[in-house]
T-cell receptor
């Protein structure tokens, strides 16, 4: 079956612009996660969805970052007024139920470059 | 808060030989999970192996095994019979037993040489 997919694969934008990054989780997975991976570092947690609701958004760095999952499947990470420091790979993962015993399956990420 | 530390930025190993990656972590939790993920150049993180803290027996998955020392808060990964396809970044990660988010270390780059 299909894994987690993310679009676009790469996104280049200018400072101050708005961007949207999309994640398609594995079909039937109720839990969805966003992580950010800066160059040379490990991924850092941003937000976790259980169904349509954000169960934990403690990792969002500031109010320029927002994510939605309106129908409990596809999720969009939205970044307003992008800054050069937002440049990173944004990884999405999904798991079956969100329990800690479930495996998180990752997508290939979106590389965001802010010029 | 939990922290995960990987002290080896890069390791190289000859094909068919064994390499061990180090990971230490800090937590006040008594029950948790530890993971090793592989990230090849394609960027897709792949779960290699998982250990439950309340299990004393070290986890094993084919050529991959761990040495889990709970008192020392150490969780090393051994790759036996290294293959060229093992070349990748390897990340150690932590999750609380009642949690859902992964806390990752900084990674170790493994290069398998023919």
């Amino acid at each position: 079956g299909a894994g987690v997919s993310q679009t676009p694969s790469n996104k280049v934008t200018e400072k101050g612009k708005y961007v949207e990054l999309r994640c398609d989780p594995i079909s039937g997975h109720t839990a969805l996660y966003w992580y950010r991976q800066s160059l040379g570092q490990g991924p850092e947690f941003l937000i976790y969805f259980q169904g349509t609701g954000a169960a934990d958004d403690s990792g969002l760095p500031n109010d320029r970052f927002f994510a939605v999952r309106p129908e409990g499947s596809v999720s969009t990470l939205k970044i307003q007024r992008t800054e050069r420091g937002d440049s990173a790979v944004y990884l999405c993962a999904s798991s079956l139920t969100g329990q800690s015993t479930d495996t998180q399956y990752f997508g290939p990420g979106t590389r965001l470059t802010v010029l | 808060a939990q922290t995960v530390t990987q002290s080896q930025p890069e390791m190289s190993v000859q094909e068919a030989e064994t390499v061990t990656l180090s990971c230490t972590y800090d937590t006040s939790e008594s029950n948790y999970y530890l993971f090793w993920y592989k990230q090849p150049p394609s960027r897709q993180m792949i779960l290699v192996i998982r250990q439950e803290a309340y299990k004393q027996q070290n986890a094993t998955e084919n050529r991959f095994s761990v040495n889990f020392q709970k008192a020392a808060k150490s969780f090393s990964l051994k790759i036996s019979d290294s293959q060229l396809g093992d070349t990748a970044m390897y990340f150690c990660a932590f999750m609380k037993a009642a949690g859902n988010k992964l806390t990752f270390g900084g990674g170790t780059r493994v290069l398998v040489k023919p």
